[in-house]
């Protein structure tokens, strides 16, 4: 069995379970706090993707006859957990594509590393190129064919006996973005074996949460702002949850 098909006990996936992990919902949008274990749209696995749960909650929510519309406008990968906007309709889904694309959506991370980094804030520059058939992106030099600009911000935000909590801004949007960079200064994300972590995480997941999202809403125009609590069966997540009161 594959870690990342693991799921930690009693965690509820149905439609009903859903229902407490809506952290916005309108006529035009819905975000959802995806768990570490959920994959966003479907995949060779054949495991149910989580636009497939949402769907089915708004037709069971509203009555809907027919197919329900949902739009995916972002992935975040399998073992992240954190928050993940769809469109519930299609003039939603352009303008999110058109945002997400001219970096108008304010997204924050949270990481947790074993190592402290170099510095306790700062801005990596790297090159990145994907590798498809290992479904990993590795640091390039810059003359490398197909490698990719990729920029991140970081800051230490809080300790652990043995860990450090960071908050992570991308100024760019690249496949593995932060896992990749932060392990190229040597500093792995809990858990993620792909990246050179030393050990894994018991349910498959790595520690890294799309913590929040702020972006004017693209319909009506008002400006919108969710955080995604973190997941609440994991020790070290609630430690740093009540450490910063965040």
């Known amino acids: 069995m594959k870690r990342s098909n693991i799921k930690p006990p009693s965690v509820d996936t149905s439609v009903a379970g859903l229902a407490g992990r809506v952290l916005y919902e309108d006529n035009h949008l819905i975000i959802v706090n995806k768990l570490p274990s959920e994959i966003v749209q479907g995949d060779k696995t054949g495991d149910t993707p989580l636009a497939d749960l949402v769907r089915s909650y708004i037709k069971e929510k509203y009555n809907k006859p027919g197919n329900v519309f949902l739009g995916v406008s972002h992935r975040i990968d399998r073992p992240v957990s954190g928050a993940v906007v769809f469109a519930r309709t299609s003039k939603a889904l352009a303008r999110l594509n058109a945002m997400l694309k001219d970096r108008e959506i304010e997204k924050k991370y949270l990481a947790v590393v074993q190592r402290k980094p ?88 790595v520690h890294l949460h799309a913590r929040s999202m702020a972006f004017v809403h693209p319909v009506n125009q008002q400006k919108l702002k969710v955080v995604a609590p973190f997941p609440q069966r994991d020790p070290l997540w609630r430690f740093f949850e009540q450490s910063q009161a965040m």
């Open 118 to 205: 170099p510095a306790s804030e700062g801005t990596l520059t790297h090159f990145l190129k994907k590798d498809e058939k290992q479904n990993k992106s590795y640091v390039v030099d810059e003359r490398t064919p197909d490698a990719k600009k990729a920029v991140l911000h970081y800051c230490v935000i809080s300790r652990s006996d043995h860990y450090y909590l960071l908050d992570v801004r991308l100024l760019t949007g690249r496949h593995h973005q932060i896992r990749a960079q932060l392990s190229a200064i040597g500093c792995p994300i809990k858990g993620d074996l792909k990246y050179g972590h030393d050990r894994s995480n018991k349910d498959g997941s």
